[in-house]
């Protein structure tokens, strides 16, 4: 099985692909993010469903991303010659497509193709039969038809060619899911797919801002947290996979392939700070619908329509990736209380309007409720940022967020004029401000702590200048950042906090550095003037991303491998707000959509 990091990421905005640096295609769900693979080999073998495009024998391989865009060229190369695979998702028509064009680009080469379709996340043995041009494989409500020039034949449950190509020739492969009671669905041409598809994403691109020395970064982290949003709903997936575990063999092994309150309002920060306005009215649409109903019953993640029953099980056939186990399906986290999602939805709502979103009255009216419920609610025990499984606590973050809800409540007032209860909000922000200022800090340990009255420290506190909370350069953050650097780093790269037996997280120890964590401290080490050591950790977090360009959610820096699902939104968010950071820190221009929050002092 390749490293997480070997993989690259195709998609079309509905769901998405992995495929290999030797050309297999190891991860797909059809027809959402969520549905049941039918190539599962990623979580255990090839027997669970991969789709193998290469050639017949090893050869040196580079690849890249085209342009700015998610079509991923895959070059194989050796003295006899030398071939491109190309390999995308196109704008979604009636009926979602993966095309992969092998391409000639000199001397003969001999080629292979192995296609082992297994629906249910690699359980069920589908049907295959012969319809008209296309070879159709149906079990239950799922159908694949794979239509190409290329002779295939079945041999051990497997569709498997061989062919060569040669300098100049074009040899496309076209991939079709479609619901087993329909008619077999219109062929696609694959080259007029492919001009659709970089026109999409030059496009998309071109709406966006140009911003400092780190445009392409930027970019490229963009594109990803683009291709994770579900176009025809606005809702933005944590990562496209599930059970990518977070220590090789252990079991922290979760599913992300839903639309949490967090990252998806963190990637729509992100969106507004770099220009692309349009995916903050979708997700706003989103939002309304996915949260209607008691406040009191926010959810800190939905799925991508907005559904609220994620049901957690296990997969007892799939070994899990590198023997990780359990795999998981479903999470069941969704049930937890985590004060922070207020904040961050609030401040979502707050940064809309501030980069020029219309004003909604059925935004104002959700603010207000969710304020109405939190004004009472925030004194509760939550699950916490990392979504802990041990009791709940008084975590530090959330306490935090919460106050960015009321903070934000009170600028929407300040600086557009609504109508609310302005002055007992101003009362509750200051009042959670004292209580975070009074419990949160540890005089012993001269620095905030995970939770009240905890000794432990957490990464997540390096978010309080981030969001306003405090200033960078309080005494009080300096020597909190001082001990994170001091207790919390491995190499220089940041854990959330550290894991011990019977700890606050209920879980066995064993994770590796958290990226998005290791990306905050860059930022507040700008913020507090440390700019060579802000920019030297970036740029060497920089250098973790994979050949193309992406991140998973942690790092293991003893193996140097990647580690978590892949690709990780909050990775790349987190990339994109530390870049936007470092250009100003540098004297470059920022977004003029850009609106940093001043801290309380």
């Not at 606050?504 to 958290?514: A, M, R, Y």
Request: hydrophobic fraction near 40%.
């Amino acid at each position: 099985m390749a490293r997480i990091e070997e993989y690259a990421l195709i998609g079309d905005l509905q769901t998405a692909a992995l495929v290999s640096r030797d050309g297999s295609i190891d991860w797909c769900c059809f027809p959402r993010f969520d549905s049941g693979a039918c190539f599962a080999a990623l979580l255990g073998g090839p027997e669970h469903g991969r789709w193998m495009v290469a050639p017949a024998r090893p050869m040196k391989v580079t690849r890249r991303y085209r342009s700015d865009t998610l079509i991923l060229e895959t070059v194989f190369e050796s003295d006899a010659g030398s071939v491109r695979v190309i390999d995308f998702m196109p704008p979604r028509g009636r009926a979602p497509d993966i095309v992969r064009i092998v391409e000639g680009l000199s001397g003969v080469v001999a080629m292979r193709v192995e296609l082992v379709i297994r629906f249910d996340f690699g359980r069920i043995l589908p049907w295959m039969r012969r319809v008209d041009d296309a070879r159709v494989a149906i079990a239950g409500p799922d159908a694949l038809c794979l239509r190409t020039p290329v002779e295939v034949r079945g041999r051990d449950m497997t569709t498997v060619a061989e062919f060569t190509v040669t300098a100049g020739e074009r040899i496309p492969f076209v991939l079709t899911w479609f619901p087993s009671h329909e008619d077999l669905p219109a062929a696609i041409d694959a080259e007029r797919a492919l001009t659709d598809s970089e026109e999409y994403w030059l496009g998309w691109g071109r709406a966006g801002d140009r911003v400092g020395d780190y445009h392409d970064e930027v970019h490229r982290s963009l594109v990803v947290l683009k291709a994770l949003t579900y176009a025809p709903t606005g809702g933005i997936v944590a990562a496209p996979t599930t059970s990518l575990p977070e220590a090789f063999g252990g079991l922290r092994n979760w599913d992300y392939r839903f639309c949490w309150l967090r990252d998806t309002t963190l990637t729509l920060l992100a969106m507004l700070q770099t220009g692309h306005r349009e995916e903050a009215e979708g997700w706003e649409r989103w939002l309304l619908r996915a949260v209607a109903g008691d406040p009191a019953d926010v959810q800190i993640m939905y799925g991508l329509a907005g559904e609220r029953r994620l049901d957690e099980r296990e997969l007892d056939w799939l070994p899990g990736y590198e023997g990780s186990r359990p795999v998981r399906v479903g999470n069941a986290a969704s049930i937890q209380l985590q004060l922070d999602v207020y904040g961050e939805v609030v401040e979502a709502l707050y940064q809309s309007r501030v980069h020029g979103v219309p004003a909604d009255a059925d935004v104002w009216s959700l603010t207000r409720i969710l304020l109405g419920w939190l004004e009472h609610g925030w004194r509760l025990k939550d699950a916490g940022l990392w979504e802990v499984r041990g009791p709940p606590r008084h975590f530090t973050h959330s306490k935090v967020m919460a106050w960015v809800a009321f903070d934000r409540g009170v600028r929407f007032h300040e600086e557009f004029g609504a109508r609310e209860p302005v002055g007992r909000w101003r009362r509750i922000r200051d009042e959670i401000r004292t209580d975070v200022l009074a419990h949160a800090w540890n005089d012993q340990r001269q620095a905030f702590t995970q939770s009240y009255g905890a000794d432990e420290l957490d990464a997540s506190i390096l978010l309080m200048p981030l969001v306003g909370f405090l200033a960078a350069t309080d005494p009080r953050m300096v020597s909190t950042v001082a001990a994170i650097r001091r207790e919390l780093t491995i190499d220089g790269l940041v854990l959330r906090y550290r894991p011990k037996d019977g700890n606050v997280d209920g879980l066995p120890v064993g994770e590796g550095v958290f990226l998005a964590c290791s990306f905050w401290l860059a930022e507040v080490l700008a913020m507090q003037g440390a700019h060579d050591q802000a920019r030297e950790l970036f740029e060497r977090l920089l250098d973790l991303r994979n050949d193309v360009g992406l991140l998973s959610e942690e790092y293991d820096p003893a193996s140097h491998r990647q580690l978590g699902n892949f690709p990780q939104a909050f990775s790349h968010l987190a990339l994109v707000s530390a870049a936007l950071t470092l250009g100003h820190d540098q004297g470059l221009r920022r977004p003029e959509t850009l609106h940093q929050p001043k801290p309380r002092s």
